[in-house]
């Protein structure tokens, strides 16, 4: 019971706190919204380039190309070899019928041109479509396949694939160390404006010191007080973060540039991106306000 009041002293003093010494707190408010404005674009765009390049590995597919003259018992015997392989998430057979019936439909020549052949005399193949878990594996995966019996062809964008992964990859990682950058950055400019703030209230704590305080009883208020701070100063990154990502997304009509880059929904990526805010705001209040009372005023 004695630590409760003692913590709802701190939570009421530290309020009071940021009211009596509005034009610091003030400047601390405005360090943090600053700062926090910019790491939640960060936050936003990392989270899109990343659904964008998972996206895009979605897409990517071995495609296996049978022997024209494999047989029904073939055709099982792939697949189920196919199926063996780790690596493999879906496969989505596409015989020689559907093929054909999808080139006709896409080009009135190929339809005149594919009318001309007899079933048996059918330039085209059975196909599987292959979906893998991990992209990064996929040049194994088909290697694998083309070692299947029955398998005449196996293509899925060699060479252009491997370089696509490799850019995905370091997109991601510069994406990353961007984002973790700023939060070291916002961590530093909010520290030092709080350490500033503190160094104004030498004198305050001064005479809690001369009273007999105890070192906890001192610093809880200041660690309070800098959640609050944190806490406060990420109410505009939240409003800018929802409402300002809810009119990106609707002026692109969900799309950047093209079909191709696909923008996240705003519901409910805002409303995490909008927690993460104010999480990183009240964690680097509070380790601010804590290594200001502990190291700068040497208590």
Do not use: W
């Not at 001064?206 to 200041?222: D, E, Q, Y």
Request: glycine content about 6%; some cysteine; hydrophobic content about 45%.
């Amino acid at each position: 019971m004695k630590l409760f009041r003692m913590l709802g002293r701190s939570i009421r003093d530290a309020f009071k706190s940021v009211i009596r010494n509005f034009s610091l707190s003030l400047a601390s408010i405005s360090c943090i919204t600053i700062t926090l404005i910019i790491v939640a674009i960060a936050i936003m765009a990392s989270f899109n380039i990343n659904n964008f390049t998972t996206e895009i590995e979605k897409d990517l597919t071995i495609v296996v190309f049978l022997d024209r003259d494999a047989t029904e018992e073939d055709i099982k015997d792939v697949k189920t070899n196919i199926e063996k392989i780790s690596n493999v998430e879906k496969i989505t057979y596409i015989s020689k019928a559907e093929v054909k019936k999808e080139m006709q439909q896409e080009s009135e020549v190929l339809d005149k041109v594919l009318d001309g052949y007899s079933e048996g005399e059918s330039p085209l193949k059975d196909t599987y479509q292959v979906k893998v878990k991990n992209i990064e594996q996929i040049k194994d995966t088909a290697d694998r396949i083309k070692k299947i019996n029955s398998v005449s062809v196996v293509r899925y964008g060699e060479g252009m694939v491997e370089k696509l992964v490799s850019a995905f990859d370091s997109v991601k990682k510069v994406t990353y160390g961007v984002v973790i950058a700023l939060v070291v950055v916002t961590v530093f400019l909010i520290v030092n404006t709080i350490k500033l703030t503190i160094s104004a209230r030498r004198r305050e704590i001064g005479i809690m010191r001369l009273v007999g305080a105890s070192n906890f009883t001192i610093k809880t208020p200041f660690i309070v007080e800098g959640m609050i701070l944190g806490l406060l100063g990420s109410i505009i990154p939240i409003i800018f973060t929802t409402y300002g990502y809810m009119a990106f997304y609707k002026h692109f009509d969900g799309y950047l540039f093209s079909k191709l880059i696909v923008l996240i929904k705003p519901e409910p990526f805002i409303y995490t991106t909008s927690l993460m805010v104010v999480i990183i705001g009240i964690l680097v209040g509070m380790i601010g306000s804590a290594s200001a009372v502990k190291k700068y005023l040497k208590i």
